[in-house]
């Protein structure tokens, strides 16, 4: 818990000073709101930002966990199959320089306005880094121990149960908690290539209406959740990797 | 390899049961361009205990992986009990490597009974098993510990009740106490003798301290120039105080013998 008090503190200080320079300058809340006229939208749109969370929470989490199974499956493939190993992982090293951002929209015309393309979006978003730390985690196998295992009885697959699998848990899970910081940010930009809710859509909204504290608030709600997401994989994390202690 | 346990444990028992001498003739094995083992014979009879010593480099290890059929051989062939393949050599040997090698994500107790779950025995049924064995070698208490919370002995001994616990004929140790310091090593070695003493198999053991072969061994050999350069037989008492049987005569000029072959 000590740990927490310096960033804390540093952060109070931060907020208070903005408070302090907005309000002195007299700066007007559409070009930059004070942190009280952020919380008061916190407060005062309450409704439309909890019903907003719930759409893209749903669209984070679900993304998310598309694209953990995505992966698990893959790198499992890449990892059994040397042949697919060379021909598909340099593509999807390839596939990481076109921009999600563009992707966007090309999957709003093709899967339209529902949650269908949101999924994907975050899904692209989150799935590579936990292929290729997943990929990684499997091939860094002690090769002592393969050997050990297959003097006692450890064929091929009693090998990848029980070794290589359990040894690349720590790096699929540092995978995950990177893709993690990821979702929202691909959350939102599926949002503002065609959506109706969601809280992109509420900044989408906000911003020609010059309601720059509802922004600010839906910021730092989207900042809230990818905080929680990350809060939870490294639960979940302290739960299945036991034996680092 | 069969599914279910019952099958599996009967099968496993009769390989025991089975003859599991150790017969290599002309083997051959290039590494890096240097010939390793250069035309090397050897001859383990069922259930002897013998010791292989060599200077670093000497192709200790690699005779071992070429027995337990890890690698092939250059030139030359293998037999166990009428197998020669690679597949069949697998099939015969156990092997515990000088570092422990314990999965740290499983306990003491089902780190021994590995191969056991390997072999298709369910989870239960292996600890069943491997229950046992803990309290003979020493081990009562510790079962459900993490092998990082064990000591350097501890967990040289739960990977020798995991080889044990493998069923084979033919057990291959290689090093099996190098990483340990003098003390734990000597405890070892006495703990060593006497589990080998209830467990009859046949046993290579691979190793750069000449006393420690002669200790635990029926007969050891030489290894230098790619082949087995002297044999000794030990046929020293070994019954008493370990200080005692490595100060006695017989037991230090069969020493220099060994350090002399080795030079």
């Not at chain 1, 509802?214 to 034996?243: D, K, M, Q």
């Not at chain 2, 390793?36 to 005779?63: E, F, H, M, Q, W």
């Not at chain 2, 697998?90 to 191969?115: F, I, K, T, V, Y």
Request: proline content about 5%; aromatic content about 4%; charged content about 20%.
């Amino acid at each position: 818990m000590r740990r927490w008090w310096p960033p804390l503190l540093l952060l109070a200080g931060a907020v208070g000073l903005w408070e302090v320079v907005v309000r002195a300058a007299n700066v007007p809340d559409y070009l930059f709101p004070a942190p009280t006229s952020i919380a008061s939208s916190l407060h005062g749109d309450a409704g439309l930002l909890a019903h907003a969370t719930l759409v893209t929470a749903r669209e984070i989490v679900l993304g998310y966990l598309v694209a953990v199974a995505a992966a698990l499956v893959i790198a499992i493939a890449l990892h059994a199959s040397t042949a697919l190993r060379r021909a598909l992982l340099p593509l999807l090293v390839l596939s990481q320089t076109v921009p999600t951002v563009l992707l966007a929209p090309i999957l709003a015309i093709l899967l339209g306005y529902g949650i269908e393309p949101k999924l994907v979006v975050v899904a692209i978003v989150c799935f590579f880094p936990i292929v290729v730390n997943a990929v990684d985690g499997l091939r860094s196998a002690d090769p002592e121990l393969v050997r050990m295992m297959r003097t006692l009885h450890g064929d091929r697959l009693a090998i990848f149960r029980r070794v290589e699998f359990p040894g690349a848990l720590p790096a699929m899970f540092s995978g995950a908690r990177i893709a993690a910081t990821y979702a929202a940010v691909g959350a939102v930009f599926a949002e503002w290539a065609g959506s109706s809710s969601g809280l992109g859509f509420v900044i989408l909204q906000a911003q020609p209406a010059l309601e720059t504290a509802r922004i600010f608030a839906a910021v730092l709600v989207l900042s809230a959740l990818a905080l929680a997401l990350y809060a939870l994989v490294s639960l979940a994390e302290r739960l299945t990797v036991t034996w680092h202690a | 390899m069969p599914a279910k346990g019952g099958v599996t444990q009967s099968l496993l028992e009769a390989k025991v049961q089975a003859p599991g001498g150790v017969a290599a003739r002309e083997l051959v094995r290039v590494l890096g361009g240097r010939r390793v083992l250069d035309g090397l014979d050897l001859d383990v009879p069922s259930r002897a205990r013998v010791g292989i010593v060599g200077r670093s480099g000497s192709g200790k290890s690699t005779l071992l992986s070429l027995v337990a059929g890890l690698d092939e051989p250059d030139g030359g062939s293998i037999h166990i009990a009428g197998a020669t393949e690679r597949r069949g050599l697998l099939e015969h040997c156990a092997l515990m490597p000088q570092r422990d090698c314990l999965l740290p994500w499983r306990s003491a107790l089902d780190n021994a009974g590995l191969a056991l779950e390997n072999a298709g025995v369910p989870r239960r049924d292996a600890r069943r098993r491997a229950l046992p064995l803990f309290a003979r070698l020493g081990l009562g208490g510790s079962e459900q510990l993490r092998p990082a919370k064990l000591s350097g002995g501890m967990r040289q001994r739960v990977a020798f009740a995991r080889t044990l616990l493998a069923d084979k004929p033919v057990l291959l140790l290689d090093e099996p106490f190098g990483a340990l310091d003098a003390i734990t090593r000597a405890e070892l070695q006495e703990w060593l003798a006497n589990a080998l003493a209830d467990e009859p198999r046949t046993v290579l053991l691979v190793t750069h301290d000449v006393e420690e072969a002669l200790l635990l061994c029926d007969r050891v050999l030489v290894l230098a120039g790619g082949r087995i350069a002297s044999e000794l037989d030990v046929d020293v008492p070994r019954d008493g105080a370990r200080r005692e049987v490595v100060t006695s005569t017989a037991f230090v000029e069969l020493r220099e013998r060994a350090l002399e072959a080795i030079e």
